[in-house]
Protein backbone atom coordinates (compact mmCIF):
# COMPACT_ATOMS: atom_id res chain seq x y z
CA UNK A 1 0.00 0.00 0.00
CA UNK A 2 2.23 2.96 -1.23
CA UNK A 3 -0.80 6.04 -0.87
CA UNK A 4 -3.49 5.08 1.10
CA UNK A 5 -6.94 6.62 -0.73
CA UNK A 6 -9.04 7.32 2.65
CA UNK A 7 -7.16 7.39 6.32
CA UNK A 8 -9.53 7.43 9.52
CA UNK A 9 -7.72 8.68 12.81
CA UNK A 10 -9.37 8.68 15.70
CA UNK A 11 -12.99 8.58 14.71
CA UNK A 12 -15.16 9.21 17.79
CA UNK A 13 -18.93 9.32 17.33
CA UNK A 14 -21.36 9.74 20.79
CA UNK A 15 -24.61 9.84 20.70
CA UNK A 16 -26.51 11.66 23.91
CA UNK A 17 -30.35 10.59 24.63
CA UNK A 18 -32.61 11.64 27.77
CA UNK A 19 -33.78 8.28 29.61
CA UNK A 20 -36.62 7.98 32.10
CA UNK A 21 -39.85 9.52 32.57
CA UNK A 22 -39.94 11.71 35.93
CA UNK A 23 -35.82 12.07 36.43
CA UNK A 24 -34.46 12.56 32.74
CA UNK A 25 -30.98 11.59 32.68
CA UNK A 26 -28.55 12.45 29.66
CA UNK A 27 -27.01 8.92 28.35
CA UNK A 28 -24.29 9.09 26.43
CA UNK A 29 -23.97 6.35 24.41
CA UNK A 30 -20.26 5.87 23.08
CA UNK A 31 -21.30 4.44 19.59
CA UNK A 32 -17.37 5.07 18.06
CA UNK A 33 -14.78 5.39 21.17
CA UNK A 34 -11.59 5.63 18.84
CA UNK A 35 -11.31 4.29 15.24
CA UNK A 36 -8.48 4.25 12.95
CA UNK A 37 -7.48 2.39 9.66
CA UNK A 38 -6.39 3.80 6.48
CA UNK A 39 -7.65 1.46 2.92
CA UNK A 40 -5.13 1.77 -0.38
CA UNK A 41 -6.29 2.18 -3.62
CA UNK A 42 -8.16 -1.01 -5.11
CA UNK A 43 -8.19 -2.47 -1.79
CA UNK A 44 -10.99 -4.51 0.35
CA UNK A 45 -10.82 -3.57 3.58
CA UNK A 46 -13.62 -5.61 6.27
CA UNK A 47 -14.45 -4.52 9.48
CA UNK A 48 -16.08 -6.99 11.69
CA UNK A 49 -18.08 -7.07 14.78
CA UNK A 50 -21.10 -7.84 16.90
CA UNK A 51 -24.17 -5.74 15.75
CA UNK A 52 -23.75 -2.54 18.11
CA UNK A 53 -20.43 -2.81 18.29
CA UNK A 54 -20.24 0.65 16.40
CA UNK A 55 -19.24 -0.44 12.47
CA UNK A 56 -21.78 0.36 10.55
CA UNK A 57 -21.47 3.93 12.73
CA UNK A 58 -17.96 4.32 11.81
CA UNK A 59 -19.23 3.85 8.20
CA UNK A 60 -21.28 6.41 8.20
CA UNK A 61 -19.27 9.38 10.02
CA UNK A 62 -16.54 8.83 7.66
CA UNK A 63 -19.11 9.55 4.77
CA UNK A 64 -20.35 12.43 6.31
CA UNK A 65 -23.68 10.88 6.29
CA UNK A 66 -23.74 11.42 10.47
CA UNK A 67 -21.49 13.70 11.23
CA UNK A 68 -18.32 12.76 13.89
CA UNK A 69 -17.54 14.24 17.33
CA UNK A 70 -13.49 13.78 16.72
CA UNK A 71 -11.17 12.25 14.96
CA UNK A 72 -9.71 13.19 11.08
CA UNK A 73 -10.95 11.27 7.50
CA UNK A 74 -8.92 12.30 4.82
CA UNK A 75 -9.41 11.24 0.99
CA UNK A 76 -5.90 11.63 -0.45
CA UNK A 77 -4.73 13.77 1.52
CA UNK A 78 -7.42 16.20 1.79
CA UNK A 79 -9.70 16.45 4.98
CA UNK A 80 -12.70 14.87 4.69
CA UNK A 81 -14.50 16.77 7.66
CA UNK A 82 -13.80 20.20 7.15
CA UNK A 83 -15.26 19.83 3.74
CA UNK A 84 -18.03 22.42 3.05
CA UNK A 85 -20.86 22.38 0.06
CA UNK A 86 -19.33 22.23 -3.76
CA UNK A 87 -15.76 20.39 -1.78
CA UNK A 88 -18.51 17.96 -0.42
CA UNK A 89 -20.42 17.17 -3.07
CA UNK A 90 -16.89 16.82 -4.98
CA UNK A 91 -15.99 14.04 -2.17
CA UNK A 92 -19.42 12.28 -2.40
CA UNK A 93 -18.46 11.40 -6.18
CA UNK A 94 -15.77 9.68 -5.26
CA UNK A 95 -17.24 7.72 -2.34
CA UNK A 96 -20.60 5.96 -2.40
CA UNK A 97 -22.16 3.84 0.07
CA UNK A 98 -24.53 0.39 -0.82
CA UNK A 99 -27.48 -0.52 2.24
CA UNK A 100 -28.29 -3.54 4.18
CA UNK A 101 -32.00 -3.08 3.45
CA UNK A 102 -32.33 -3.50 -0.41
CA UNK A 103 -36.18 -2.40 0.75
CA UNK A 104 -35.85 0.49 1.88
CA UNK A 105 -32.36 1.88 -0.38
CA UNK A 106 -34.57 3.07 -3.62
CA UNK A 107 -37.57 5.23 -3.39
CA UNK A 108 -40.40 3.40 -3.85
CA UNK A 109 -41.79 6.43 -6.18
CA UNK A 110 -39.09 6.78 -8.26
CA UNK A 111 -38.74 5.08 -11.65
CA UNK A 112 -35.20 3.17 -11.71
CA UNK A 113 -34.25 4.74 -14.67
CA UNK A 114 -35.12 8.15 -12.62
CA UNK A 115 -33.23 6.90 -9.56
CA UNK A 116 -30.10 6.23 -12.08
CA UNK A 117 -29.90 9.49 -14.18
CA UNK A 118 -30.43 11.71 -11.32
CA UNK A 119 -27.29 11.85 -9.71
CA UNK A 120 -25.50 12.27 -13.11
CA UNK A 121 -27.85 15.05 -13.57
CA UNK A 122 -26.90 16.78 -10.23
CA UNK A 123 -23.51 16.07 -10.56
CA UNK A 124 -23.63 17.43 -14.44
CA UNK A 125 -22.08 14.15 -15.64
CA UNK A 126 -24.77 13.60 -18.13
CA UNK A 127 -28.24 13.92 -18.73
CA UNK A 128 -30.92 13.33 -21.05
CA UNK A 129 -30.99 10.59 -23.52
CA UNK A 130 -26.64 10.40 -22.89
CA UNK A 131 -27.63 9.72 -18.87
CA UNK A 132 -30.55 6.91 -19.84
CA UNK A 133 -27.87 4.86 -22.50
CA UNK A 134 -25.49 5.56 -19.38
CA UNK A 135 -27.86 3.95 -16.65
CA UNK A 136 -28.40 1.44 -19.46
CA UNK A 137 -24.86 0.49 -19.74
CA UNK A 138 -24.89 0.36 -15.53
CA UNK A 139 -27.88 -1.86 -15.64
CA UNK A 140 -25.95 -4.16 -17.48
CA UNK A 141 -22.88 -4.44 -15.75
CA UNK A 142 -24.97 -5.60 -12.51
CA UNK A 143 -26.54 -7.79 -14.80
CA UNK A 144 -30.33 -6.23 -15.55
CA UNK A 145 -31.74 -6.08 -18.43
CA UNK A 146 -32.09 -2.01 -19.79
CA UNK A 147 -36.37 -2.91 -19.81
CA UNK A 148 -35.68 -2.17 -15.68
CA UNK A 149 -35.33 1.58 -16.18
CA UNK A 150 -39.01 1.88 -16.94
CA UNK A 151 -39.94 0.17 -13.46
CA UNK A 152 -40.83 0.65 -9.76
CA UNK A 153 -38.46 -1.02 -7.10
CA UNK A 154 -41.56 -3.00 -6.20
CA UNK A 155 -41.40 -5.00 -9.17
CA UNK A 156 -38.14 -6.10 -8.09
CA UNK A 157 -36.68 -9.01 -5.51
CA UNK A 158 -34.36 -8.25 -2.96
CA UNK A 159 -31.20 -9.04 -4.77
CA UNK A 160 -32.56 -7.37 -8.07
CA UNK A 161 -32.95 -4.29 -5.95
CA UNK A 162 -29.88 -5.09 -4.51
CA UNK A 163 -28.12 -4.89 -8.00
CA UNK A 164 -30.36 -1.94 -9.01
CA UNK A 165 -28.74 -0.19 -5.67
CA UNK A 166 -25.33 -1.00 -6.56
CA UNK A 167 -25.87 0.36 -9.80
CA UNK A 168 -27.21 3.44 -8.53
CA UNK A 169 -23.64 3.92 -6.25
CA UNK A 170 -21.83 3.43 -9.38
CA UNK A 171 -23.26 6.33 -11.10
CA UNK A 172 -20.63 8.77 -10.14
CA UNK A 173 -17.84 6.46 -10.71
CA UNK A 174 -16.15 6.48 -7.11
CA UNK A 175 -13.00 4.85 -6.53
CA UNK A 176 -14.46 3.59 -2.68
CA UNK A 177 -17.88 2.08 -2.19
CA UNK A 178 -18.99 1.73 1.32
CA UNK A 179 -20.64 -1.78 1.71
CA UNK A 180 -22.97 -1.68 4.81
CA UNK A 181 -23.75 -5.31 5.59
CA UNK A 182 -24.61 -5.24 1.76
CA UNK A 183 -25.48 -9.39 1.78
CA UNK A 184 -26.85 -9.89 5.02
CA UNK A 185 -30.61 -9.00 3.96
CA UNK A 186 -30.52 -11.77 0.91
CA UNK A 187 -31.43 -15.20 0.57
CA UNK A 188 -28.14 -17.37 0.77
CA UNK A 189 -28.07 -18.55 -2.85
CA UNK A 190 -28.39 -14.78 -3.82
CA UNK A 191 -25.92 -13.52 -1.31
CA UNK A 192 -23.30 -15.94 -3.23
CA UNK A 193 -24.47 -13.70 -7.26
CA UNK A 194 -24.36 -10.19 -5.09
CA UNK A 195 -20.44 -11.16 -3.89
CA UNK A 196 -19.84 -12.49 -7.03
CA UNK A 197 -21.27 -9.03 -8.68
CA UNK A 198 -19.11 -7.33 -6.12
CA UNK A 199 -15.70 -8.80 -6.52
CA UNK A 200 -16.25 -8.53 -10.25
CA UNK A 201 -16.49 -4.89 -9.95
CA UNK A 202 -13.78 -4.22 -7.91
CA UNK A 203 -11.40 -6.21 -10.37
CA UNK A 204 -12.67 -4.67 -13.25
CA UNK A 205 -13.14 -1.21 -12.09
CA UNK A 206 -10.17 -0.94 -9.93
CA UNK A 207 -12.32 -0.45 -6.77
CA UNK A 208 -11.71 0.13 -2.79
CA UNK A 209 -14.32 -1.13 -0.53
CA UNK A 210 -14.75 -0.98 2.73
CA UNK A 211 -16.88 -3.92 4.04
CA UNK A 212 -19.27 -3.70 6.94
CA UNK A 213 -20.06 -7.03 7.95
CA UNK A 214 -20.45 -9.53 11.01
CA UNK A 215 -20.39 -12.77 8.87
CA UNK A 216 -16.64 -14.22 8.44
CA UNK A 217 -16.26 -16.23 6.19
CA UNK A 218 -17.87 -13.78 3.75
CA UNK A 219 -15.07 -11.43 4.76
CA UNK A 220 -12.36 -13.26 4.68
CA UNK A 221 -13.39 -14.77 0.83
CA UNK A 222 -13.87 -10.66 -0.32
CA UNK A 223 -11.30 -8.93 1.85
CA UNK A 224 -7.92 -8.34 1.56
CA UNK A 225 -7.12 -7.15 5.21
CA UNK A 226 -9.80 -7.01 8.04
CA UNK A 227 -10.24 -5.01 11.33
CA UNK A 228 -12.09 -6.53 14.25
CA UNK A 229 -14.30 -4.09 16.25
CA UNK A 230 -15.72 -4.81 19.97
CA UNK A 231 -17.33 -1.71 21.78
CA UNK A 232 -16.70 1.11 19.52
CA UNK A 233 -13.30 0.09 19.15
CA UNK A 234 -10.64 -1.63 16.66
CA UNK A 235 -9.41 -4.91 19.08
CA UNK A 236 -7.52 -6.41 16.05
CA UNK A 237 -6.19 -5.12 12.12
CA UNK A 238 -4.13 -7.08 9.68
CA UNK A 239 -3.99 -9.30 6.43
CA UNK A 240 -7.76 -11.16 6.44
CA UNK A 241 -6.21 -14.44 6.37
CA UNK A 242 -4.04 -14.11 9.36
CA UNK A 243 -6.99 -12.06 11.68
CA UNK A 244 -9.33 -14.73 10.42
CA UNK A 245 -6.86 -17.93 10.67
CA UNK A 246 -4.90 -16.82 13.86
CA UNK A 247 -6.39 -14.42 15.48
CA UNK A 248 -4.25 -12.94 18.72
CA UNK A 249 -6.72 -11.07 20.64
CA UNK A 250 -8.96 -13.11 22.57
CA UNK A 251 -12.04 -11.36 21.02
CA UNK A 252 -11.17 -12.57 17.28
CA UNK A 253 -10.13 -15.51 18.71
CA UNK A 254 -13.98 -16.18 20.24
CA UNK A 255 -15.29 -14.95 16.60
CA UNK A 256 -13.48 -17.29 14.54
CA UNK A 257 -14.29 -20.01 16.55
CA UNK A 258 -17.75 -18.99 17.09
CA UNK A 259 -17.97 -19.06 13.11
CA UNK A 260 -20.03 -22.56 11.63
CA UNK A 261 -17.83 -24.59 9.80
CA UNK A 262 -19.80 -26.91 7.29
CA UNK A 263 -18.28 -29.99 8.24
CA UNK A 264 -20.51 -32.69 8.87
CA UNK A 265 -18.18 -34.03 11.70
CA UNK A 266 -17.50 -31.27 13.35
CA UNK A 267 -21.56 -30.99 14.43
CA UNK A 268 -22.38 -29.47 17.44
CA UNK A 269 -18.49 -28.12 18.45
CA UNK A 270 -19.40 -24.64 18.52
CA UNK A 271 -17.75 -23.42 21.34
CA UNK A 272 -20.64 -21.07 23.56
CA UNK A 273 -19.34 -16.97 23.64
CA UNK A 274 -20.19 -16.11 27.35
CA UNK A 275 -21.34 -13.06 28.73
CA UNK A 276 -23.61 -10.56 26.56
CA UNK A 277 -22.23 -7.32 24.63
CA UNK A 278 -22.10 -4.57 27.43
CA UNK A 279 -23.89 -1.66 26.78
CA UNK A 280 -21.63 0.93 24.71
CA UNK A 281 -24.17 3.50 27.52
CA UNK A 282 -21.62 1.74 30.51
CA UNK A 283 -18.66 0.39 29.03
CA UNK A 284 -16.32 -1.16 31.26
CA UNK A 285 -13.54 0.37 32.26
CA UNK A 286 -9.67 -1.01 31.74
CA UNK A 287 -10.08 -2.94 28.19
CA UNK A 288 -13.55 -3.25 27.13
CA UNK A 289 -13.75 -6.68 26.70
CA UNK A 290 -12.37 -7.96 30.03
CA UNK A 291 -15.53 -8.98 31.54
CA UNK A 292 -15.85 -11.67 28.76
CA UNK A 293 -12.53 -12.61 28.06
CA UNK A 294 -11.10 -16.30 29.54
CA UNK A 295 -7.69 -14.91 29.61
CA UNK A 296 -8.11 -11.93 31.53
CA UNK A 297 -5.27 -10.73 33.95
CA UNK A 298 -5.07 -8.21 36.48
CA UNK A 299 -4.09 -5.25 34.55
CA UNK A 300 -7.12 -5.57 32.01
CA UNK A 301 -9.78 -4.56 34.71
CA UNK A 302 -7.31 -1.70 34.96
CA UNK A 303 -5.73 -0.03 31.90
CA UNK A 304 -6.93 0.30 28.70
CA UNK A 305 -4.26 -2.17 26.19
CA UNK A 306 -2.43 0.15 24.02
CA UNK A 307 -1.86 -0.44 20.29
CA UNK A 308 0.93 -2.85 19.19
CA UNK A 309 1.89 -3.14 16.04
CA UNK A 310 3.43 -6.25 15.10
CA UNK A 311 5.97 -6.87 12.37
CA UNK A 312 6.35 -8.05 8.62
CA UNK A 313 2.97 -6.19 7.83
CA UNK A 314 0.61 -8.51 9.98
CA UNK A 315 -1.29 -5.55 11.94
CA UNK A 316 -1.68 -4.86 15.10
CA UNK A 317 -3.59 -5.60 17.97
CA UNK A 318 -4.56 -3.94 21.15
CA UNK A 319 -4.42 -6.78 24.07
CA UNK A 320 -2.33 -6.54 27.61
CA UNK A 321 -1.26 -10.17 26.69
CA UNK A 322 0.69 -9.27 23.34
CA UNK A 323 1.17 -5.35 24.77
CA UNK B 1 -60.34 -6.71 -2.29
CA UNK B 2 -62.70 -4.21 -0.86
CA UNK B 3 -66.23 -4.81 -0.53
CA UNK B 4 -68.36 -3.74 -4.10
CA UNK B 5 -70.49 -2.10 -1.60
CA UNK B 6 -68.16 0.55 -0.55
CA UNK B 7 -66.25 1.02 -4.30
CA UNK B 8 -70.09 1.62 -5.26
CA UNK B 9 -70.45 4.58 -2.69
CA UNK B 10 -67.39 6.34 -3.63
CA UNK B 11 -68.56 6.11 -7.05
CA UNK B 12 -71.88 8.11 -5.97
CA UNK B 13 -70.04 10.53 -3.62
CA UNK B 14 -67.71 10.92 -7.29
CA UNK B 15 -70.76 11.55 -8.89
CA UNK B 16 -72.55 13.55 -6.84
CA UNK B 17 -69.32 16.22 -6.38
CA UNK B 18 -69.39 15.76 -10.35
CA UNK B 19 -73.11 17.24 -10.34
CA UNK B 20 -72.41 20.50 -7.90
CA UNK B 21 -68.75 20.91 -9.98
CA UNK B 22 -70.88 20.67 -13.32
CA UNK B 23 -73.72 22.96 -11.81
CA UNK B 24 -71.09 25.72 -10.71
CA UNK B 25 -69.33 25.70 -13.90
CA UNK B 26 -72.28 26.23 -16.11
CA UNK B 27 -74.78 27.81 -14.30
CA UNK B 28 -74.80 31.11 -15.98
CA UNK B 29 -75.77 28.62 -19.08
CA UNK B 30 -77.90 26.69 -17.63
CA UNK B 31 -79.68 28.75 -14.87
CA UNK B 32 -83.47 29.57 -15.99
CA UNK B 33 -83.55 33.06 -14.30
CA UNK B 34 -81.10 35.46 -13.04
CA UNK B 35 -80.05 34.40 -9.79
CA UNK B 36 -80.33 38.65 -8.45
CA UNK B 37 -83.42 39.51 -10.56
CA UNK B 38 -86.64 40.26 -8.25
CA UNK B 39 -90.18 39.98 -8.83
CA UNK B 40 -92.74 41.08 -6.24
CA UNK B 41 -95.82 39.05 -8.07
CA UNK B 42 -94.17 35.91 -7.96
CA UNK B 43 -93.08 35.97 -4.33
CA UNK B 44 -92.62 33.30 -2.32
CA UNK B 45 -93.71 30.51 -5.25
CA UNK B 46 -94.32 27.16 -3.93
CA UNK B 47 -91.85 24.34 -6.45
CA UNK B 48 -93.34 23.70 -9.57
CA UNK B 49 -94.52 25.17 -12.24
CA UNK B 50 -92.02 28.13 -14.38
CA UNK B 51 -90.24 27.61 -10.96
CA UNK B 52 -88.82 24.21 -10.18
CA UNK B 53 -87.37 24.89 -6.66
CA UNK B 54 -89.82 27.98 -6.02
CA UNK B 55 -88.99 31.69 -5.22
CA UNK B 56 -88.00 33.06 -2.32
CA UNK B 57 -89.52 36.16 -0.73
CA UNK B 58 -88.10 38.49 -3.28
CA UNK B 59 -89.24 36.36 -6.31
CA UNK B 60 -86.07 35.32 -6.74
CA UNK B 61 -85.81 31.93 -8.29
CA UNK B 62 -84.29 28.85 -6.10
CA UNK B 63 -82.83 26.63 -8.68
CA UNK B 64 -81.01 29.82 -10.57
CA UNK B 65 -79.66 31.13 -7.08
CA UNK B 66 -78.34 27.25 -6.13
CA UNK B 67 -76.63 26.38 -9.26
CA UNK B 68 -75.11 29.98 -9.04
CA UNK B 69 -74.40 29.81 -5.37
CA UNK B 70 -72.39 26.17 -6.01
CA UNK B 71 -69.52 28.28 -7.57
CA UNK B 72 -69.05 30.43 -4.24
CA UNK B 73 -68.99 27.30 -2.45
CA UNK B 74 -66.94 25.43 -4.16
CA UNK B 75 -64.79 28.68 -5.20
CA UNK B 76 -64.39 28.91 -1.13
CA UNK B 77 -63.96 25.48 -0.17
CA UNK B 78 -61.63 24.77 -3.23
CA UNK B 79 -59.31 27.68 -2.49
CA UNK B 80 -59.27 27.50 0.81
CA UNK B 81 -58.17 23.41 1.44
CA UNK B 82 -55.55 24.18 -1.24
CA UNK B 83 -53.64 27.31 0.25
CA UNK B 84 -54.10 24.84 3.56
CA UNK B 85 -52.70 21.77 1.86
CA UNK B 86 -49.39 23.74 0.71
CA UNK B 87 -48.78 25.91 3.47
CA UNK B 88 -49.63 23.30 6.28
CA UNK B 89 -48.17 20.34 3.98
CA UNK B 90 -44.99 22.48 3.47
CA UNK B 91 -44.50 22.89 7.49
CA UNK B 92 -45.62 19.10 8.35
CA UNK B 93 -42.43 18.50 5.65
CA UNK B 94 -39.74 20.76 6.36
CA UNK B 95 -40.63 20.11 10.39
CA UNK B 96 -40.36 16.55 10.70
CA UNK B 97 -37.20 16.33 8.39
CA UNK B 98 -35.13 19.06 10.38
CA UNK B 99 -36.76 17.40 13.41
CA UNK B 100 -35.58 18.91 17.19
CA UNK B 101 -36.62 21.69 19.06
CA UNK B 102 -37.90 23.48 15.54
CA UNK B 103 -40.08 20.66 15.40
CA UNK B 104 -41.42 20.84 19.15
CA UNK B 105 -42.14 24.20 18.97
CA UNK B 106 -43.97 24.15 15.25
CA UNK B 107 -45.95 21.21 16.53
CA UNK B 108 -47.13 23.12 19.75
CA UNK B 109 -48.44 26.04 17.50
CA UNK B 110 -50.16 23.75 15.10
CA UNK B 111 -51.39 22.02 18.81
CA UNK B 112 -52.69 25.19 19.78
CA UNK B 113 -54.19 26.04 16.40
CA UNK B 114 -56.28 22.72 16.43
CA UNK B 115 -57.89 23.09 19.70
CA UNK B 116 -60.14 25.72 18.12
CA UNK B 117 -62.97 24.47 16.58
CA UNK B 118 -62.94 25.35 12.68
CA UNK B 119 -65.76 27.48 12.58
CA UNK B 120 -64.87 29.27 15.88
CA UNK B 121 -61.86 30.09 14.64
CA UNK B 122 -63.20 30.90 11.27
CA UNK B 123 -65.40 33.31 12.94
CA UNK B 124 -62.79 35.11 14.74
CA UNK B 125 -60.46 35.37 11.24
CA UNK B 126 -63.45 36.76 9.39
CA UNK B 127 -64.86 39.01 11.94
CA UNK B 128 -61.24 40.89 12.23
CA UNK B 129 -60.72 41.19 8.86
CA UNK B 130 -64.31 41.35 6.77
CA UNK B 131 -66.24 39.13 4.96
CA UNK B 132 -65.35 39.41 1.41
CA UNK B 133 -64.44 36.31 -0.59
CA UNK B 134 -60.58 36.63 -0.30
CA UNK B 135 -60.95 36.89 3.34
CA UNK B 136 -63.27 34.13 3.55
CA UNK B 137 -60.74 31.41 2.02
CA UNK B 138 -57.98 32.68 4.32
CA UNK B 139 -60.25 32.12 7.30
CA UNK B 140 -61.48 28.70 6.32
CA UNK B 141 -57.51 27.82 5.24
CA UNK B 142 -56.20 28.67 8.77
CA UNK B 143 -58.63 26.14 10.42
CA UNK B 144 -56.80 23.54 8.15
CA UNK B 145 -53.35 24.16 8.20
CA UNK B 146 -52.70 22.52 11.40
CA UNK B 147 -53.92 18.85 10.15
CA UNK B 148 -51.88 19.31 6.98
CA UNK B 149 -49.08 19.80 9.05
CA UNK B 150 -49.96 17.09 11.22
CA UNK B 151 -50.23 14.21 8.34
CA UNK B 152 -47.21 15.62 6.51
CA UNK B 153 -44.93 15.46 9.39
CA UNK B 154 -46.11 11.88 10.59
CA UNK B 155 -44.80 9.75 7.47
CA UNK B 156 -42.24 12.01 7.00
CA UNK B 157 -40.74 11.44 10.05
CA UNK B 158 -40.73 7.69 9.59
CA UNK B 159 -39.44 8.24 5.30
CA UNK B 160 -36.34 10.50 6.42
CA UNK B 161 -35.27 7.20 8.42
CA UNK B 162 -34.89 5.40 5.18
CA UNK B 163 -32.05 4.22 4.00
CA UNK B 164 -32.88 5.98 0.14
CA UNK B 165 -32.65 9.35 2.38
CA UNK B 166 -29.28 8.48 3.45
CA UNK B 167 -28.40 7.40 -0.29
CA UNK B 168 -29.51 10.49 -1.54
CA UNK B 169 -27.78 12.69 0.98
CA UNK B 170 -24.64 10.24 -0.02
CA UNK B 171 -25.01 11.14 -3.68
CA UNK B 172 -24.79 14.49 -2.85
CA UNK B 173 -28.59 15.75 -2.99
CA UNK B 174 -29.55 18.75 -1.84
CA UNK B 175 -31.74 18.90 1.38
CA UNK B 176 -34.23 20.59 -0.97
CA UNK B 177 -34.39 18.08 -3.71
CA UNK B 178 -34.54 15.58 -0.95
CA UNK B 179 -37.66 16.61 0.63
CA UNK B 180 -39.71 17.90 -2.59
CA UNK B 181 -38.57 15.63 -4.84
CA UNK B 182 -37.97 11.95 -2.64
CA UNK B 183 -39.98 12.87 0.10
CA UNK B 184 -42.53 14.66 -0.77
CA UNK B 185 -44.02 12.45 -3.71
CA UNK B 186 -44.35 9.77 -0.93
CA UNK B 187 -46.72 11.81 1.41
CA UNK B 188 -48.76 12.73 -1.47
CA UNK B 189 -51.45 10.65 -1.80
CA UNK B 190 -51.88 10.68 2.08
CA UNK B 191 -51.79 14.61 1.95
CA UNK B 192 -55.05 14.17 -1.23
CA UNK B 193 -57.39 12.02 0.60
CA UNK B 194 -56.62 14.35 3.69
CA UNK B 195 -57.91 17.29 1.13
CA UNK B 196 -61.32 15.62 -0.22
CA UNK B 197 -61.73 14.75 4.07
CA UNK B 198 -61.45 18.38 4.33
CA UNK B 199 -63.29 19.54 1.43
CA UNK B 200 -66.31 18.57 3.12
CA UNK B 201 -65.50 20.26 6.36
CA UNK B 202 -64.53 23.67 4.14
CA UNK B 203 -68.17 23.45 2.50
CA UNK B 204 -69.66 23.14 6.11
CA UNK B 205 -68.07 25.83 7.53
CA UNK B 206 -68.45 28.24 4.84
CA UNK B 207 -71.95 27.60 4.82
CA UNK B 208 -72.13 28.22 8.64
CA UNK B 209 -70.35 31.40 8.29
CA UNK B 210 -72.89 32.84 5.63
CA UNK B 211 -75.56 31.43 7.62
CA UNK B 212 -74.40 33.34 10.51
CA UNK B 213 -74.11 36.54 8.34
CA UNK B 214 -70.71 36.50 7.48
CA UNK B 215 -70.75 35.27 4.29
CA UNK B 216 -70.12 37.41 0.99
CA UNK B 217 -72.57 40.66 0.82
CA UNK B 218 -76.41 39.60 -1.09
CA UNK B 219 -77.67 39.47 -2.81
CA UNK B 220 -74.86 37.07 -4.39
CA UNK B 221 -76.52 33.84 -3.60
CA UNK B 222 -74.35 31.46 -1.26
CA UNK B 223 -76.07 28.32 -0.03
CA UNK B 224 -75.51 29.02 3.91
CA UNK B 225 -77.28 32.87 3.31
CA UNK B 226 -80.33 31.03 1.39
CA UNK B 227 -80.55 28.79 4.58
CA UNK B 228 -80.31 31.67 6.64
CA UNK B 229 -83.05 33.73 4.55
CA UNK B 230 -85.61 30.85 4.91
CA UNK B 231 -85.15 30.20 7.99
CA UNK B 232 -87.42 33.38 8.55
CA UNK B 233 -90.60 31.69 6.97
CA UNK B 234 -89.30 27.88 7.46
CA UNK B 235 -93.16 27.18 8.84
CA UNK B 236 -95.41 28.77 5.86
CA UNK B 237 -92.52 28.34 2.87
CA UNK B 238 -90.06 25.71 3.83
CA UNK B 239 -88.83 25.27 0.35
CA UNK B 240 -87.23 28.44 0.85
CA UNK B 241 -84.69 26.67 3.51
CA UNK B 242 -84.90 22.69 2.72
CA UNK B 243 -83.37 23.00 -1.08
CA UNK B 244 -80.06 25.01 -0.03
CA UNK B 245 -79.38 23.27 2.89
CA UNK B 246 -79.76 19.84 0.62
CA UNK B 247 -77.34 20.91 -1.53
CA UNK B 248 -74.95 21.21 1.32
CA UNK B 249 -75.84 17.63 2.53
CA UNK B 250 -75.61 16.28 -0.68
CA UNK B 251 -71.97 17.84 -1.54
CA UNK B 252 -71.02 17.30 2.25
CA UNK B 253 -71.73 13.90 1.65
CA UNK B 254 -70.64 13.21 -1.74
CA UNK B 255 -67.09 14.98 -0.67
CA UNK B 256 -66.84 12.34 2.48
CA UNK B 257 -67.90 9.33 0.50
CA UNK B 258 -65.13 10.20 -2.00
CA UNK B 259 -62.31 10.79 0.67
CA UNK B 260 -63.29 7.73 2.40
CA UNK B 261 -63.11 5.61 -0.80
CA UNK B 262 -59.69 7.74 -1.52
CA UNK B 263 -58.43 6.50 2.05
CA UNK B 264 -59.18 3.12 1.86
CA UNK B 265 -57.32 2.78 -1.79
CA UNK B 266 -54.43 4.18 -0.33
CA UNK B 267 -54.11 2.30 2.67
CA UNK B 268 -51.17 0.51 2.41
CA UNK B 269 -52.35 -2.74 4.32
CA UNK B 270 -55.28 -2.75 1.86
CA UNK B 271 -53.40 -2.09 -1.41
CA UNK B 272 -51.70 -4.88 -3.21
CA UNK B 273 -48.69 -4.17 -5.10
Known sequence: MSEPLLEVEGLRKHFV?????????????????????????????????????????????????????????????????????????????????????????????????????????VHAIASGAEARRRAAALLDEVGLPPAVLDRYPHEFSGGQRQRIGIARALTLEPELIVADEPVSALDVSVQAQVLLLLRELRRRRGLAFLFVSHDLSVVRWFCDRVAVMYLGRIVEEGPAARVLAQPLHPYAQMLRDASPVPDPARRGTLPRIRGEIPSAAAPPPGCPFHPRCPQAIARCTGSLPRWTALPAGQGGVACHLHG | MRADGAASLTWIGGLLCLAVLLAALLAPWIAPFDPAEQSILDRLQPPGGDHWLGTDQFGRDILSRLLWGARISLTVSLGAIGLA?????????????????????????MDVLLSFP??????????????????????????????FARIARAPTLSLKERAFVEAGRALGYSHARILFGHILPNILPEVLVMATLWLATAVRVEASLAFVGLGPKPPTPTWGGMTRDGFETILDAPWLAVFPGLAILLLVLGLNMVGDGLRDATDPKLRHE
Not at chain 1, 66 to 89: F, H, Q, S, T
Not at chain 2, 131 to 136: A, E, Q, W
Open chain 1, 17 to 121: TTKGLLRRRRVTVRAVEDVSFAIGAGEAFGLVGESGCGKSTAARALLRLIEPDAGGVRWRGEDVLAARGARLKALRRRMQIIFQDPYSALDPRQRIGAALTEPMR
Open chain 2, 85 to 109: MVVGGTIGLVSGYIGGRLDLFTMQV
Open chain 2, 118 to 147: SLILGLIVVALLGPDLVNLVIAIALTAIAP
